[in-house]
């Protein structure tokens, strides 16, 4: 977004109920867990997989996907380095509006750039951001690859295909790394949980 497309004349208005209040009757703090990693590499499956452990412990959660956030709120965008970094960007607002009803908010994109991932962080108070990096090798994505994406990336039919065409920049000091190219789902989920528990975010059950 550029500076000529930016709202004027705008004021933010604050509500009677704060963060803290909902936070209070949620029982447990609002923040986001940012899922990122290669295409295949689990973070739909694995974000779905939390929020369902952390519904059934009473938590108010929501997904955002990234397919299906491109069915509306950035159904305009395409794949290009730019409309990526746009992408991320709306995410990140959305995500903020979550976090500050007190929800946990769970995102699955790809997010390739270190950049655009930093400045989603910085949207958000302390520890409200959580960078959940899915670490399975590009080889372990492929095999798992049911769409046939990759292959068709490799052909040239794809353009701007990450890990292909376009790079992916690893997170260099994720809050979370789990290995999902080898650990079975449930263990995947039980150290995103122990976390959660460790930094006091969620009860322990």
Known sequence: MNENQ???????HQGEVSRADK??????????L???GLS???KSTLSHAVEHKLFQMGAHTTVLDGDNV???LCGDLGF???ARRENIRRVGEVSKLFVDAGVIVLTAFISPFKEDRDVVRKLHQGDDFIEVYCAASLEACETRDVKGLYQRARKGEIKDFTGISSPYEAPEQAEIV?????LSLDACVEE??????????????
């Open 70 to 72: 491109r069915h509306g």
């Open 40 to 42: 295949g590499s689990g």
């Open 178 to 182: 789990i290995d999902t190219g080898s």
């Open 34 to 36: 940012w899922f990122t």
């Open 80 to 82: 290009s380095d730019v």
């Open 23 to 32: 936070e209070k009757r949620n029982g447990h703090k609002g923040a986001v």
């Open 6 to 12: 930016k709202s004027s004349n705008v004021v933010w």
């Open 192 to 205: 995103v949980i122990a976390y959660l528990q460790n930094k006091g975010m969620i009860k322990v059950e």
